[in-house]
């Protein structure tokens, strides 16, 4: 029996800068066998591709909040993509279509275009950036069925990357200076009035090998900023996250040793890979506390994040061997006061004796300890979620710990009904305590629905 225990750390923060680093409670949210690769985060629901299916592919959501929920949104290969947006997913198929799944109707709709390499989502509007022969920036409006050209080029990797939030769109576009060079822009387009305009400013130059000073790749858009990564074309120039600036060839954001790329952007949360480590790992950037921190730095290589602005990131991680989905809750940093922080520990997993055995009745030992400056009063067990939903949770609730004091630990026993044939579970707790000035402190922030 194989049991993932998860609770995030720290009390409800305010929606505010903080001091000090977020709170990283990351835990496997598909771990079967095969690959489970790209992730899209969408509040907490994560849309991502599992290859270790009997059948083959299958597009799946699950919820990072919730591990009893799984969605079967598509069987078959998943070619570009998936983005979800609003519940909604979009991805490409083998056959060059993108295709749309609305929850709660069971059904996709796929309109033709041609190969993609990537897709972008928002609304009832994706966008592709197909490499066939050509370069095509494409929109697919999913409610009326038809598609647009947006930019084009008749050689390939001339329009690549877009990204779209709403009814701006944003791609680079690769400009010619008559025969001397192509340099490598940033568009915005929008959509509503088929507008568009150049985000940095243009005539960076030529590099030594007679093409453009920078490179540029992967802008993604977090409201009215675009983020995206830039290297100069010179040896030993690494990667690094950049914001787009009208009259500037970019504001340098993130500058560290080795490269940055990938980034993805919600709210005050921008996350990125980097290989500062050697392997990649993920860092977060709180956009508005200007604060860099580690996200994930496990062993192995952690690659293609998405993040919501609820806290939520998901990505791919191979420390098992191939590729698996892992996802964690963001949680605020306390930025003043002494302050309890509650961290959860798994000690025992048995049966209590034959009876228990057959009875299928399973006890779980836990561990409370608070690790922060300050007393978690009152501290109780407030909600337990267990995934699959076969197995069923057997205590009253709310539990409560008592008193749990700077340094001090709590230790409780949970009991669970498993049937025969389960060798593995999760379980998810949130808990309370008083907090100092009135009210209660919960842990995580956003407890399982």
Avoid at 71 to 83: H, K, N, S, T
Wanted: net charge negative; charged share 20%; with cysteine.
């Amino acid at each position: 029996m194989a049991l993932v225990a998860f609770l995030c750390q720290l009390p409800a923060g305010e929606a505010r800068a903080a001091n000090g680093p977020w709170q990283v409670s990351a835990f496997p949210l598909a771990a079967g066998a095969g690959d489970q690769v790209s992730p899209s985060v969408d509040g907490s629901r994560v849309a991502f591709v599992d290859g270790g299916a009997a059948a083959g592919e299958r597009l799946l959501v699950r919820d990072a909040l919730d591990p009893a929920f799984q969605q079967l949104v598509y069987l078959g290969e998943v070619a570009a993509g998936p983005e979800i947006d609003g519940g909604a997913v979009a991805w490409q198929d083998a056959e060059g279509g993108v295709c749309h799944w609305l929850p709660g109707t069971g059904l996709d709709k796929c309109i033709t275009t041609g190969p993609a390499a990537r897709l972008a989502f928002s609304g009832v509007v994706a966008l592709t950036g197909e490499e066939d022969g050509g370069s095509v920036i494409r929109r697919v409006h999913f409610v009326s069925g038809l598609t647009r050209k947006l930019d084009s080029h008749a050689l390939t990797a001339m329009r690549y990357d877009p990204d779209i939030e709403g009814d701006t769109a944003v791609w680079v576009r690769m400009r010619g200076y008559g025969s001397s060079y192509y340099e490598p822009l940033l568009v915005s387009y929008d959509i509503a009035d088929n507008s568009w305009r150049y985000l940095t400013a243009v005539g960076g130059g030529k590099a030594d090998d007679g093409s453009s000073v920078y490179q540029r790749r992967r802008p993604v858009i977090d409201g009215d900023r675009v983020f995206y990564q830039q290297r100069r074309n010179q040896p030993g120039s690494d990667w690094d996250i950049y914001e787009a600036v009208p009259d500037t060839y970019g504001v340098p954001l993130v500058e560290r040793p080795g490269d940055q790329v990938a980034a993805t952007a919600d709210g005050r949360f921008l996350v990125y890979q980097d290989d500062r480590g050697g392997d990649w790992d993920l860092y977060l950037y709180d956009l508005e506390a200007g604060i860099e921190q580690p996200l994930c730095t496990a062993p192995g290589n952690q690659v293609s994040p998405s993040v919501s602005s609820s806290g939520v990131v998901a990505w791919q991680d191979d420390r098992g061997g191939d590729w698996d989905v892992y996802a964690a809750v963001l949680s605020p940093p306390a930025d003043a006061g002494a302050l309890p922080r509650l961290t959860l520990s798994l000690e025992s997993v048995c049966w209590d004796d034959f009876a228990s055995y057959l009875a299928r009745t399973l006890t779980v030992g836990y561990r409370v300890d608070d690790i922060g400056a300050g007393p978690a009063a009152a501290a109780q067990v407030e909600s337990v979620v267990t995934g699959p939903a076969a197995v069923l949770f057997l205590d009253d609730l709310p539990l409560p710990l008592g008193d749990i004091g700077p340094g001090e630990s709590a230790s409780f026993d949970l009991h669970f009904q498993v049937p025969a044939g389960v060798a593995r579970f999760q379980t998810r707790l949130a808990a309370t305590c008083a907090a100092p000035g009135g009210g209660r402190a919960s842990f995580p922030e956003h407890p399982p629905a």
